[in-house]
């Protein structure tokens, strides 16, 4: 299965590496780097290179990058790195450089349990809490004054359950149950406001604190609306096969219990719309106006609005005034940002001014390549969650359910 680990900052130079099966040089992490070099934002997940096979995930600002030596599942090697950002993210609050070369030890540690011989072994938060403590700064200083680690030296009670993702003898003063909704809406608009395409990503996160053993139930209004999903081990995938009902014991504290994908093109609603007006010619100056509006929010306030637009090489200099927000432009990517903020409906925000393009070029094509909102307590597929029910257990849990809409890939072409 995976060979080696190795992690590359943004500069190209390996900070860590973890070895399993055999020694992979890292030396054949330049393949990565050189596909890296040529296209930033667009790198294959898998590599072949002449004696390895290399599946790499970018998150944080940092590389992860396995060095498998036989062909094994790509998405099985894909969804254990992100597993891995996830439990160094769980435990250290961000997997950055800085934050990774802080705790050498506890990754290393974390790295040994997660992997066996080169075969996933353990990957769930509650189990690796119990094996190794995360890091605080009592806990530091009482090893490094014992030589203690951090690993325990007792076997993790769910290890060997029929339920290993939940620990026993969980007790909360306190039992709640909150479920987040988000939907990221990924979209093509043409340069007349219709829709090229449009289809939605979303995903409910948990942040489950229940005392005891409880199996809970949650029911959706429309559950005939997912194209595809994505579950937790912890659903029982007959139930939702048979009903449409999510059945699962959860697992202790936050975790991501589905992801959907939603395709069909008349469910997507766009929720903002951009009137742009452009007019540029080579060696004059040009005129440009957008305006930045709320279509399908159903009454909801549209918030961190923000627009990154792709001017043609021949833009030398912008002079644009903004009703709303600031904007900034780079003369060398030629890209301009407009931070809207929050749109008011009365007064919709609106930039204007003059560009200034070079004379001689021939191609002046425009594009919003990013757009980006947030739209809070609302779904824009429309999904909306029924009810949750509680079995097991004899107390009534604090029980809440947040709808959030952001952009995912957004893009207007002008």
């Known amino acids: 299965m995976i060979h080696s680990l190795f992690i590359v900052n943004a500069s190209g130079d390996v900070f860590l590496e973890k070895h399993w099966r055999s020694v992979v040089s890292r030396t054949c992490v330049s393949y990565f780097l050189d596909v890296q070099r040529e296209s930033p934002n667009d790198v294959p997940p898998v590599i072949s290179t002449p004696h390895h096979y290399l599946v790499s995930i970018q998150r944080g600002g940092v590389s992860l990058v396995a060095a498998c030596k036989q062909e094994c599942p790509p998405l099985f090697v894909i969804e254990f790195l992100h597993r891995v950002v996830d439990t160094f993210e769980d435990y250290f609050s961000e997997c950055t450089e800085s934050i990774i070369k802080e705790n050498y030890v506890v990754v290393y540690e974390l790295l040994d349990e997660m992997l066996d011989n080169g075969f996933p072994l353990a990957t769930e938060s509650n189990i690796l809490k119990e094996l190794i403590k995360p890091p605080n700064i009592l806990r530091t200083i009482a090893n490094s004054v014992t030589g203690k680690s951090n690993v325990s030296g007792t076997l993790p009670t769910g290890q060997l359950s029929a339920i290993p993702w939940r620990r026993t003898g969980v007790k909360y003063t306190n039992n709640e149950a909150y479920f987040d909704v988000v939907e990221e809406v990924d979209a093509i608009i043409d340069k007349n406001g219709q829709t090229i395409f449009a289809e939605i990503q979303g995903y409910i996160d948990c942040c489950i604190k229940l005392s005891g053993m409880p199996d809970l139930t949650l029911s959706f209004m429309n559950p005939r609306l997912f194209d595809d999903v994505s579950f937790h081990p912890c659903v029982r995938f007959k139930r ?149 029910d509680m079995y097991g257990e004899k107390y009534k849990p604090f029980k809440g359910v947040k709808y959030v809409t952001k952009a995912g890939k957004f893009q207007i072409r002008m």
């Open 240 to 388: 939702w096969e048979s009903e449409r009902i999510l059945s699962f014991i959860p697992p202790d504290g936050n975790f991501r219990l589905m992801s959907y994908h939603v395709g069909s093109q008349s469910v997507v609603a766009i929720p903002i719309y951009v009137r742009h007006n452009l007019s540029l010619k080579p060696g004059e100056q040009g005129r440009m106006d957008i305006t930045v509006g709320p279509k399908t929010t159903l009454g909801r306030v549209v918030e961190g609005v923000k627009l990154e637009i792709r001017m043609p090489k021949a833009v030398l200099t912008c002079a644009l005034l903004a009703s709303q927000g600031k904007y900034t432009f780079d003369p060398v990517t030629k890209t301009l940002h407009w931070d809207v903020g929050r749109i008011d409906v009365t007064k919709l925000p609106n930039i204007r001014g003059t560009v200034s393009v070079a004379s001689g070029c021939t191609s002046l094509e425009t594009s919003i390549d990013r757009v980006q909102f947030t739209i809070s307590q609302l779904a824009v597929s429309g999904l909306k969650v029924n009810r949750l």
